[in-house]
């Protein structure tokens, strides 16, 4: 049973999980209670007493308030959209175990942050949605991200170049392309690689792919993935 903090449900009701959370459970010093000051919405797991999620979203957000975070060894789940993250804090996320799940979508991270991704080994699920800073070249070096499924960039710059990138993730299962505008019919054969040699499903939902460009990917990878 997992009961959500904050976003994750009513306000009302948050405020009053947090409280008896707080007490029970959290010292005024310990990590957890830091973050609840700071305005972090979390997520606990009742039958486990332990924080694994947290949500530290928004400019307000930077590399103290991760390195915290870091300090929560049953952190499973985190969200940084928005922050001001940078490769410090990335960083300092290398010391989490249990980590599978990470958000930097909305970020203005540095080329240095992709160095420092490649050392969360047991993170399944990336998100970089809406991230400027990312490049196609960027996507070779995720090779490294041994346990990665999913891996979203929509909406941005990736383009066929960086689609061929990815068949080197070996555990990738899904990725998300909406509305990525470099995306269009000159990216088919990559595209079809991708979902034909390695059985990836792909969202191509908005993107400048044309109807003859859907026809094509069909004809290359018979059930149509």
Wanted: aromatic fraction near 4%; glycine fraction near 6%.
């Amino acid at each position: 049973m997992v009961i959500a903090v904050g976003r994750f449900m009513g306000l009302a009701v948050a405020a009053m999980i947090v409280a008896t959370i707080s007490t029970i459970f959290w010292p005024v010093d310990s990590p957890e209670q830091k973050l609840i000051s700071k305005g972090a919405k979390l997520c606990y797991a009742l039958n486990e007493t332990l924080l694994v999620g947290a949500k530290l979203e928004g400019d307000d957000f930077g590399d103290d308030e991760v390195i915290i975070a870091a300090s929560i060894p049953s952190m499973q789940r985190l969200s940084l959209a928005g922050s001001s993250v940078t490769a410090r804090g990335i960083r300092a996320l290398q010391s989490l175990s249990k980590l599978s799940s990470l958000d930097l979508s909305e970020t203005n991270c540095a080329d240095d942050v992709i160095s420092e991704l490649c050392a969360l080994p047991c993170v399944r699920e990336l998100e970089v949605n809406r991230c400027r800073w990312l490049k196609d070249a960027d996507l070779s070096h995720l090779s490294k991200m041994k346990s990665l499924e999913f891996l979203s960039l929509n909406e941005t710059t990736i383009s066929a170049v960086g689609i061929a990138q990815l068949e080197q993730i070996p555990a990738l299962r899904l990725v998300r392309l909406e509305r990525c505008p470099q995306i269009d019919d000159s990216a088919i054969d990559a595209l079809a690689s991708l979902c034909g040699k390695r059985n990836v499903n792909i969202d191509l939902s908005g993107t400048e792919v044309t109807h003859e460009g859907f026809i094509k990917l069909n004809t290359l990878v018979p059930h149509g993935k």
